[in-house]
């Protein structure tokens, strides 16, 4: 998985999830392409779907604040879709 087909899935899975209720509110489907940049920037240093979730839960609480980002188990689903999607890539290592 190159790191434009990464970007596209963080991408989708993010804006399917819509943690926040951005896009159901009628925001643009880029809404949180900020957050997806820098959960790739990061992503390598998962090494599992709570790492993972981890770290999309504090890119959020970063982004928007606590309140905002909701609770942590809101992100659990979110991080186990594509965390099992990297799994099931032969290039993906972690």
Known sequence: ??????????RKEITEADPIGLI?????????DTEVKEIIARIDTCKSTTDLQELIYGIFVKMFDEKIAGRRETYQNLAGRIFS??????????
């Open 1 to 10: 998985m190159d790191k434009r087909q990464l970007e596209n899935l963080v």
């Open 24 to 32: 159901s509110m009628g925001a643009p489907k880029d809404e949180y």
């Open 85 to 94: 999607s990297l799994k099931t890539n032969s290039t993906w290592t972690h």
